[in-house]
């Protein structure tokens, strides 16, 4: 059984990941005697963070147990709330996940919210030591004038609608203006104006949700704005080539400076929606309609660069403009949210503080993935950052620094989450969910039909 914990090792989940990225990680595996306390460890969140931190220490560890908390009764998190739709290939490491979730000394413990069912301290109190990698369930405010205007919502929200996240499904997006604008120019932001843009028919076999899907279709949005507020060389969206900053510079110079061919030029001529760049702008206020009850444009700076280097910043010139438009998205990057009292909690940088994942003066406590180092970087980043984590987890346990003896584990937390009437969901329970979305997204000839009730999931499940 145990070698189906690791079976994962041998494939690369993202074919551009380079196969050194881990190779400079000591192993472990063959430092711990078969004789030690079996170790219990905790990993919250079952994200990319969550699940490639339970990997590293399944392998590493000969008897390691790991179970995985999860707020959702799914799991997988931003894989599969924040890919977006027309990117299937992205989600394939989920195959990787699964088969992780699959190893005998690892449990999957869906729609338990640690904070709320269970504190961080019953946590550590039944496990030698707590992983947190939970990511950022949060947006940055514009902190704007018309921020709070009808028109006017996050791109994270947004994107959480369409991929079926519980919690946005109210958004109700209203796309009947004919120019959306989205402060910000990173990859979210392009995945959201590619959503608003894209013709609904090239959607239809996707795993985007049936609600979402009936809304672009009557999506009246024709041009979309992507606003930064410095250049071309600063713009935070990446490409999958090597050499990506030079080779991304190259791409919009290209596109700026030369002449359309007779061809391209009629294409674009008779395109019916469009897309842009505007960069050296900075949002002011977002204007409201005459009626107060919208918005009907953006006021925004015109910056300019001053410094060299990482010390490069936006400055405003004196100059304003209007950019008239119905729909506005902010998009000017995620953040974490503190889970437990318990928890220290860096406010400004939305992040917990940590030397290397561990986390500052909470012995056994530790961080990976988005709520260690903030919202950057791609899967592949968080893949590297969460075996880094493991790895001062189990140097730490070599070291004898962690609780020493056996601990109870999910035995412990399960009597506590019955007695407060939670009912958990397994990773088995999760693959009769899934199986139900394949069933019913078959009729339409589509990979899947979203589950987007939590309840429904439940009632599924017969809970």
Not at 260 to 284: D, I
Not at 441 to 454: A, I
Request: aromatic share 6%; glycine share 10%.
């Amino acid at each position: 059984m145990a070698s189906r914990c690791w079976r994962w090792w041998g494939r690369s989940a993202w074919p551009w990941t380079p196969p050194l990225s881990v190779g400079s990680i000591p192993s472990f595996r063959h430092q711990f005697s078969t004789q030690e306390t079996t170790p219990q460890i905790c990993v919250v969140g079952s994200g990319p963070a969550g699940f490639y931190t339970a990997q590293h220490l399944l392998k590493q560890h000969p008897q390691a147990h790991v179970d995985i908390y999860e707020k959702q009764p799914v799991p997988f998190g931003l894989v599969r709330f924040g890919v977006a739709p027309d990117h299937p290939e992205v989600k394939n490491v989920i195959n990787t996940f699964t088969q992780t979730a699959h190893c005998g000394r690892c449990a999957f413990w869906g729609n338990v919210e640690v904070g709320r069912d269970v504190t961080v301290p019953e946590l550590r109190e039944a496990y030698h030591a707590v992983v947190l990698s939970y990511g950022a369930e949060d947006h940055r405010a514009l902190e704007i004038p018309g921020e709070e205007l009808p028109g006017v919502c996050s791109a994270r929200a947004f994107v959480g609608w369409y991929n079926g996240l519980p919690e946005n499904q109210e958004l109700k997006p209203d796309l009947s203006c004919d120019t959306a604008v989205i402060l910000g120019q990173g990859n979210v932001a392009l995945d959201v104006a590619r959503i608003l843009l894209t013709p609904p028919e090239h959607l239809e076999k996707t795993d985007i949700t049936k609600a979402a899907l009936d809304v672009l279709r009557q999506s009246r949005v024709k041009t979309v704005w992507l606003v930064g507020r410095r250049g071309p060389l600063q713009v935070a969206f990446t490409i999958k080539v090597p050499r990506p900053r030079k080779r991304l510079t190259e791409l919009l110079l290209r596109t700026a400076m030369e002449k359309p061919g007779p061809e391209e030029a009629a294409r674009r001529a008779s395109a019916s929606r469009a897309w842009g760049l505007r960069f050296f702008r900075s949002p002011q206020q977002v204007l409201p309609s005459p009626d107060g009850r919208g918005a009907a444009g953006v006021r925004l700076a015109v910056t300019r660069l001053e410094g060299v280097g990482e010390a490069t910043r936006a400055v405003p010139t004196g100059a304003m403009e209007d950019l008239p438009c119905g729909l506005v998205l902010s998009s000017i990057g995620y953040k974490s949210r503190p889970i437990d009292p318990s928890v220290p909690f860096d406010s400004k940088l939305g992040v917990i503080p940590n030397v290397e994942g561990r986390v500052t003066d909470v012995p056994g406590l530790y961080c990976s993935g988005w709520v260690k180092r903030g919202p950057t970087g791609v899967i592949a980043t968080t893949m590297t950052d969460s075996f880094l984590t493991g790895q001062m987890l189990l140097q730490d346990l070599k070291a004898g620094l962690l609780p020493s003896g056996p601990r109870p584990g999910s035995a412990a937390i399960q009597a506590l989450l019955s007695s407060r009437g939670v009912q958990p969901v397994s990773f088995s329970d999760w693959e009769k969910l899934d199986a139900e979305e394949v069933a019913r997204g078959q009729g339409t000839g589509r990979p899947r039909e979203k589950l987007v009730d939590p309840q429904e999931m439940l009632h599924l499940l017969g809970h």
